[in-house]
């Protein structure tokens, strides 16, 4: 147990005695500090099978072939190698990445990064963790970026190595919140790319891509296509969050964060 873990545990009961353990989602009462009220825990919708072979999109179906593919990705197919998602977007996880995000509770970090690393597929090999960047104004007013603080967790949690400057934002663009598919790809061209001090080590490189929520995808579509180019041959996209756009549980006419 390391002299950090000691400390935490010693000054917890006093941290509980001032600051009473309260779920983030509807501030009922909880046991520790980092969890939820057993309602809000059954109240998020985790992904399950069966699911699309290429993006792992749920299917409502109980019956589907091996290897079948959703509808966006036979009509499109991916640049990603897959997305692992801790939950899909609903209000209950909405109201986490806005008390994550917006209302500076990071210690939810290592809650949402456990639901994440619970859905990754086999990891076998060396792999990279990259956090989906911000601008260094975005930074700067924020204090911090959410992708780093869940990417941080997930490469400890999988051993496997951080890299929390493979990919910078050269451009600052305005909240995608409300653009649609092709508006958010417009937006964010050029944007995105890889740090060239970090293009050796990227090439043959399998990447986790790390972010709070995915919405339409333009952003991580950017983030994939800026390592593949650097050299990566494997990018897995990672989230806490996986908004759907077929009506279903999470469907983008929720409310969603804005990531820019």
């Given amino acids: 147990m390391s002299a950090v873990t000691t400390l935490r545990e010693s000054i ?63 009509a499109q197919p991916p640049r990603h190698d897959g997305i692992a998602a801790g939950t899909l977007y609903n209000d209950t996880a909405r109201k986490l990445v806005l008390a994550f995000k917006h209302g500076r509770r990071i210690a ?33 007013h924020r204090g911090f970026n959410q992708a780093v603080l869940l990417a941080a967790e997930i490469a400890r949690l999988t051993d496997a190595e951080l890299m929390v400057d493979g990919l ?7 909240a995608l919140g409300g653009l649609g598919r092709k508006a958010r790809m417009r937006t964010l061209q050029g944007a995105i790319a890889v740090d060239s001090r970090r293009r050796a080590r990227l090439r043959g490189a399998q990447v986790l891509l790390v972010d709070d929520v995915l919405t339409s995808g333009a952003t991580s579509d950017a983030c994939v296509t800026a390592l ?15 908004v759907l756009d077929d009506g279903g549980m999470g469907r983008a006419s929720m409310s969603e964060p804005h990531r820019s």
Avoid: N
């Fill in 12 to 74: 917890a009961p006093l941290v509980d005695l001032i600051y009473p353990p309260r779920c983030p989602v509807c501030g009922a009462a909880i046991a520790q500090q980092a969890g939820l009220c057993a309602s809000c825990w059954s109240d998020l919708v985790i992904p399950g099978e069966p699911a699309c072979a290429a993006c792992q999109r749920p299917f409502a179906g109980a019956s589907t072939g091996e290897g079948a593919l959703c509808a966006p990705c036979l």
């Fill in 108 to 140: 939810l970090a290592p809650m949402l990064a456990r639901l994440i690393a619970a859905r990754l597929p086999p990891m076998e090999g060396e792999w990279l963790v990259a956090p989906v960047p911000l601008h260094r104004w975005r930074l700067w």
């Fill in 168 to 174: 910078e934002r050269r451009k600052r663009t305005p």
């Fill in 228 to 242: 593949k180019r650097a050299g990566a041959t494997r990018v897995v996209v990672a989230c806490f969050a996986r």
